[in-house]
Every structure is written in C-alpha cells, then in structure tokens.
C-alpha cells in the first residue's frame, strides 16, 4: 500500500498568513492526488484534484502542487473559515490511502 | 439535490451484525461506482471498499482490514449502497461515510460528494 504522510501534524497561523501543509508519498503516484477540507462534526469537503486543479467554487487562495512523491497545498492568506484538518489522498493505484490530517487552527 | 444520506449505524457488541444504507438522490446512481469510507473517531479517514455498477459485474474491492467481514452490495431500482458489517470488531467503531468519486475511472478517483455519515459503536 502506498503511505501518504502529512506534516505538519498541527499548524496554528493567524489570519492574513501564507500556510502550507505538504504530504509525501511512500512512492511516486504521479500527480494522482486529491486535497480535502473537514471540519468537525462534518463531512470532507473536496478543493483539489491532479494536485493542482481547484474543485469548482473553491476559493482562488488555495493552490496545489507537486508531483510524484511531494505534494504542498498552500492558502495565500488564511481566512477564518479555513480552520480544520485537511487531507491529502491519492488515487494512483489501491488500496485508495490518506495522509494522516494537518489540523490546521487560526490563531 | 444531489445528495447521499446513510443510516444504520448504531451501538453493537463485538462479533456482532450491522447493515449500513446509503440513498442517493440527484444523479444516476445506476451509472456510478460508489465507495465507503469510514472515519474511527478523532483518527483520519480510511478507505473502505467500492462496488462497480452493473456494467462491470456489482464486482467489489475491500481494504484489508475488513476483508472477509464487509459485503459491498447496491440496488440500483432504489438509488441505495448497502454496507453488511460482520464480525464486528471494537477497532470497527467509526463514522462510515458513503462517497461517490469524480468518475468511475481511476484516474478520477477523488469523492467530489460525501454523506454525512453514519456512526457505529462497536462495544459491550
């Protein structure tokens, strides 16, 4: 099974800041990687996919990119709504895994 | 609206049955593969397996971790995903969600739509 792993675990940034959360693959997955948004008691909300391409009516401060084993989700300057955890996953072959979650809190 | 909406979740002793449903409105579920995912809680989400639509033969695929226990199975005249839950173990106890992915391609295999779960407690 391919790994995915994300760091940072926690990430407590103010609002205004550039954020970014990176997942590494245990081995290349091309660009077969999909970001998420949870927040609690709700379930995954979908922002990007093909590590780069923003799901339609996602705000343009998030952006992806990467390729291959490491993989950055940034927000260019965080909003207040954007707290939670955010997922990466890939796709490229199963079992379909997921990062372990960056819990991402506004200070 | 284009929606999926679980139900059946609930407390059950280890070793113990459980079956999950998932109705899906707004699209034409028949055409789609469809997929579980569950969430144990304060953890990450894990995959749990996906069932392919009539065309490709209702075959499944399962995470390892419940393979052998979970059943996969669909009804397309009710829009419905089932999820049979067998031999419960404490380490089951999650939020499943029901998820439909982008395309049935694996190379579109990311969930653009998600129910909002259902929670099984798994516990004596």
């Known amino acids: 099974d391919i790994q995915m792993t994300q760091s940072p675990s926690t990430l407590s940034a103010s609002v205004g800041d550039r954020v970014t959360i990176t997942c590494r693959a245990s081995?290349?997955?091309?660009?077969?990687l999909a970001w998420y948004q949870q927040k609690p008691g709700k379930a995954p909300k979908f922002l990007i996919y093909?590590?780069?391409s923003l799901e339609s009516g996602v705000p343009s401060r998030f952006s992806g990119s990467g390729s291959g084993t490491e993989f950055t989700l940034t927000i260019s300057s965080l909003q207040p709504d954007d707290f939670g955890t955010y997922y990466c996953q890939q796709y490229n072959s199963f079992p379909i895994t997921f990062g372990q979650g960056t819990r991402l809190e506004i200070k | 609206e284009v929606q999926l909406v679980e139900s059946g979740g609930g407390l059950v002793q280890p070793g113990g049955s459980l079956r999950l449903s998932c109705a899906a409105s707004g699209f034409t579920f028949s055409d789609r593969y469809m997929h579980w995912v569950r969430q144990a809680p304060g953890k990450g989400l894990e995959w749990v397996g996906r069932i392919r639509n009539r065309a490709n033969g209702f075959t499944t695929e399962y995470a390892a971790s419940v393979k052998g226990r979970f059943i996969i199975s669909r009804e397309d005249s009710m829009n419905s995903l089932y999820l049979q839950m067998n031999s419960l173990k404490a380490e089951d106890t999650a939020m499943y969600y029901c998820?439909?992915?982008?395309?049935?391609?694996?190379?579109?295999?990311?969930?653009?739509?998600w129910g909002r779960g259902t929670l099984v407690t798994v516990s004596s």
């Open positions: 093909q590590a780069s």
């Open positions: 998820a439909r992915p982008y395309s049935n391609s694996l190379s579109e295999l990311y969930f653009d739509l």
């Open positions: 081995q290349s997955i091309r660009t077969s």
